[in-house]
């Protein structure tokens, strides 16, 4: 263990403490939260906080010896902190022993924090969910730190609102609003550069280590106690001077009927109360910095003349309430927690420009013109009477609305994600409905139904398009699912589009008077043609084609493109032929996508810049304006537009295909070469550019090198326009499938030529022999003189024979004994062709397993054989628990290692797994000192530790 020292004080505060113990008592935890410290490494020698936001602080309190890195000089800033280990470091530091009785259901007596959790409990410094779980393994968020840490400090609640300007601050949970703001208002937590607080924000190291900071410096200092500022008007009355402008620093409450309030600014809230009744208030020339709660007012009225408020929510218990903005008035957001009236009357500012309808079963009317009408509750009733509205959305929380848009109304662009009745004379330019039960009486100029999905438009059923996971003999779907975020796979790494053995043929023939394709490049180049025109045309093509190859890497160069609903092939009386579809909501995505990106583009390009220039203004903003989907991602439910240029682009939230194709789309229209690379990386499927500058061809990854949170002004450059040699450290490709003759002056002018490709298609795949351990699958080949092979990639799971009779080539796959996986190829061979190429997997299972255990959808097809099971032993040990997760395991098998109640002052020294002939099996880190894995190798095994006295850490204050 690495003694550090920090400083030589004996004595030091319990903020000092604090802050020491949790960056210093991290090796005696079981899951490391802030460093896990082997070396002494400094500031220089870290590799990812240059230029990060809280570089000067890391370096500060490196120098001084409070932290230190990991072992591959990391300091990790971003990496997020549990709420486990957040209350073991408040535990520690605080020496608190005393423990209390907890009941949490997630929860353990036997997990490595229990007792650390009962005495966080018993000291009331934390809480639980209203479920009765803890959730110990969560991130913390900034608003949970922000409570534990002001409880820990004694620090009084404030009355002065800190968290005015902060767009999100309706965002914080009610049981963390006084805490937040004490802690704003000390200085503790500030905001993001876009005037958010970020409540729900999991923390970070860096962020840790900075609120700490702050916390050492304010205990430095007298804490001065906050002393109320609020200005209270509760009589009848004009107040405000009547020239020039008044500031009240604080808060304003009115609660009284018939108040004028001139010619004033206010730097906190204002609070027109319940008090004023039915009665009138008047604001002339009113600017409130803070938030304006309405929760008094008349039908006539709350009468806004001149006025500039961040923030309006209206909540009145009766919903009779009317607020009507005169003259240059200017209301960003308004929120309408009660039924009510907003009016326009005479405006010369922006008047009420976005507004969010939050309660439920409420009446609510609408008078001028607005950009953004949200209804976001369900029940509402929404009369829009007079005027315009740019963007009206009924969110899929607000079933049952009903909306009536009266005569002479226009609304630009209305979106129903919910049941809605939709009713009155108005005009409707688009309509987007991605809901059932959705009723239009007028008729829209242009409506976009989703697939599936029915609607009635003025008084017309309408279902849209219906997408399909296949097509008519082998057809294909939009539809991403797994492989590393959504990667559309195919079922061979060979596209047919990586040889060049024949001369080059350049346009179509004729063949029973239809155009037929007679090589991969032009069919390549017509199916791009009619995914960027949205053509279904139908495209044929010679018989034994590869359709299918070519139009995925059609989409995995051009993923700007995928906005296709699903493809079809098939034969009819013109031959072979493949054809494309595309539904209303694609076509829609596509051209907001596109619209959007020109915007984009006039933005950031600029003239004289160079091309490598536009690539990084193009790989900035994306990097800086997208949040990655990773809730989806986990989940595996990844909505269609996250793999899109429109979901990142006007939605601001993709995946990696998403980060590729908006890349893509941005560079073609500045004008620079890209095109779209799909491999692997960190294990999973993964997709990023590569581009053409200046004739050189580099790589990069926009996703990679965003923090993908779409807000935070933290970019970095490790994948930005670097080479092939560099990119693929990390990333795997197919590099034919993925070249620089794809490119645009290479391969569309005609320098590449594309011979036929031979054929190969699985015909029957379910035949099962006697012993269960044999399958056979039929293929044909076309021409039908080809050659088939097959081969297994793992003889010691499955062994492959083949055998070939009139143009039918049967191939029997047979399972040996051992379970996993084994990749079976197929290849079709011809001289004058690129070869024909099937790849499947098939999954060896022993026969105890059920065939609904997961490990069954590994892979394409199930052996079923008897698998030699062996044997695991682990020594025994006075000083800890050591349990793994089975007794026996089939090779290949990941075994977990459990290491629980370690004795106090001892400490894991070392791991070792070897089989019965003494050979040492490798294992793997998971948790440190607790958590362990090796792969079961064809032997028993035996696992040993080694648990010694720990050695004690000297610590010293500054």
């Keep these: 263990m690495t003694e550090m020292l920090v400083g030589t004080k004996r004595h030091f505060s319990k903020i000092s403490a604090l802050i020491i113990a949790i960056l210093m008592l991290i090796s005696n935890i079981a899951a490391t939260a802030l460093a896990a410290p082997t070396n002494t490494t400094t500031a220089k020698q870290f590799t990812d906080i240059k230029g990060h936001w809280a570089e000067k602080e890391i370096n500060d309190w490196i120098s001084k010896g409070l932290i230190a890195g990991y072992e591959d000089n990391t300091f990790r800033p971003d990496n ?35 007792k650390e959790i009962q005495k966080a409990k018993a000291a009331n410094i934390i809480s639980g969910y209203d479920d009765n779980t803890f959730r110990p393994n969560n991130f913390i968020t900034r608003e949970e730190a922000a409570a534990i840490l002001t409880r820990l400090l004694k620090l009084q609640s404030v009355t002065q609102d800190a968290l005015k300007g902060f767009k999100d601050a309706s965002k914080i949970s009610s049981w963390a609003k006084d805490a937040v703001n004490t802690a704003v208002y000390y200085g503790l937590i500030k905001g993001y550069p876009d005037n958010t607080v970020g409540p729900d924000n999991p923390i970070t190291r860096a962020e840790t280590v900075v609120i700490l900071d702050r916390a050492l410096k304010l205990q ?41 309030l001139q010619n004033t600014t206010i730097k906190g809230n204002l609070l027109i109360s319940k008090a004023v009744g039915d009665g009138n208030v008047t604001l002339k020339n009113v600017i409130v910095e803070g938030t304006t709660t309405v929760n008094g007012g008349g039908e006539h009225s709350i009468v806004l003349e001149d006025c500039t408020l961040a923030q309006i929510i209206v909540n009145k218990d009766d919903g009779k309430i009317r607020l009507v903005a005169k003259g240059a008035t200017k209301a960003d957001s308004v929120t309408l ?225 995928y906005y296709h609903n699903w493809w079809d092939a098939g034969y009819d009386e013109k031959g072979y032929y493949i054809k494309i579809y595309y539904d209303n909501n694609s076509k829609m995505m596509k051209d907001q996508a596109y619209a959007k990106a020109k915007e984009i583009i006039a933005q950031i390009i600029k003239p004289g810049m160079t091309d490598l220039e536009k690539a990084k203004a193009i790989h900035d903003y994306i990097a800086l304006n997208t949040k990655y989907d990773s809730e989806n991602f986990i989940k595996n439910t990844i909505p269609p537009e996250s793999y899109t240029a429109y979901g990142v682009l006007v939605k601001g939230t993709g995946v990696c295909q998403g980060y590729a194709a908006a890349f893509n789309l941005l560079a073609n229209m500045a004008g620079i070469e890209s095109l779209g690379v799909v491999g692997t990386s960190e294990g999973g499927g993964h997709a990023w550019n590569m581009i ?267």
């Design 80 to 114: 997020p902190v549990t709420r486990a280990e957040f209350v073991t470091f408040t535990d520690r530091s605080n020496n608190l022993t005393q423990t209390t009785d907890i009941t949490f259901k997630d929860v353990k007596s036997t997990d490595w924090f229990y």
């Design 220 to 260: 430095q200092t007298p804490i001065p106690s906050p002393a109320p500022t609020s200005t209270i008007y509760d009589k009848a009355g004009t107040y405000g001077p009547q020239t020039g402008m008044n500031t009240i620093n604080g808060d304003v409450t009115i609660s009284a009927a018939d108040v004028t």
């Design 692 to 958: 053409k500058i200046n004739g050189k061809v580099s790589y990069l990854d926009v996703t990679f090198d965003s923090r993908g949170d779409g807000k935070s002004d933290y970019i970095r450059y490790d994948y930005f326009n670097i080479s092939e040699q560099q990119i693929s450290k990390d990333h795997s490709w197919d590099k034919n499938d993925f070249s620089e003759k794809y490119f645009k002056d290479n391969f569309e002018d005609g320098n590449v030529s594309i011979p036929l490709s031979v054929n190969i298609m699985l015909l029957e795949n379910d035949y099962e022999m006697g012993s269960r351990s044999i399958r056979d699958f039929i293929f044909t080949e076309s021409p039908i003189d080809a050659t088939i092979t097959a081969i297994s990639d793992n003889t010691d799971v499955a062994t492959v024979t083949y055998a070939t009779c009139g143009g039918h080539t049967t191939v029997t796959v047979t399972g040996v004994g051992q379970e996993g996986i084994a990749t079976i190829t197929v290849k079709a061979h011809k001289d004058g062709y690129a070869d024909g190429t099937y790849t499947f997997k098939v999954n060896a299972i022993d026969t105890w397993r059920s065939l609904s255990n997961e490990s069954s959808l590994k892979s394409d097809y199930l052996l079923f054989i008897n698998a030699t099971r062996y044997k695991i032993t682990v020594s025994d040990t006075v000083y800890a628990c050591v349990v793994t997760d089975r007794n026996t395991a089939i090779p290949g098998d990941t075994v977990t290692i459990n290491i629980c109640d370690i004795k106090p002052g001892y400490q894991l020294e070392s791991i070792t797994v070897k089989d019965s002939s003494g050979s040492q099996v490798a294992t793997t880190e998971v948790i440190p000192g607790l958590k362990y894995t090796f792969t079961m190798p064809a032997k028993d095994v035996t696992v040993s530790t080694d648990i010694k006295e720990a050695t004690p850490i000297s610590i010293l204050t500054p």
């Design 337 to 561: 927690q009660s039924g009510g009236k907003l009016e326009e009357d005479n405006v010369t500012g922006k008047g009420f420009t976005d507004v969010s309808i939050e309660g439920t079963n409420t009446q609510v009317t609408l008078i001028g013109n607005y950009d953004n009408i949200k209804v976001n509750a369900p029940g509402v009733s929404v009369e829009v009477a007079s005027g315009t509205v740019n963007n009206l959305t009924v969110s899929d929380t607000a079933k049952d609305s009903k909306i009536n848009i009266d005569d002479g109304v226009k609304v630009s662009v209305l979106a129903v994600n919910a049941a809605a009745a939709i009713t009155g004379k108005g005009t409707i330019e688009t309509a987007n409905i991605n809901a059932n039960n959705v009723t239009i009486e007028q008729k829209p100029t242009n409506t976009n139904i989703a697939s599936a999905i029915t609607a009635v438009i003025s008084g017309q059923s309408t279902t849209g398009s219906t997408s399909s996971n296949s097509g008519g003999g082998g057809g294909g779907s939009s539809s991403n699912t797994g492989n590393g975020g959504g990667l559309s796979s195919t079922n061979s790494s060979n596209s047919g589009l990586t040889s060049s053995n024949s001369n080059n043929s350049s346009g179509s023939s004729s063949n029973n008077n239809t155009n037929t394709v007679k090589n991969v490049k032009d069919l390549y180049m017509l199916v791009k043609n009619a995914l960027k025109k949205n053509n279904s045309d139908t495209i044929y093509m010679s018989y034994g084609m590869k359709y299918s190859q070519t139009i995925y890497l059609v989409l995995y160069h051009h993923p700007e493109l």
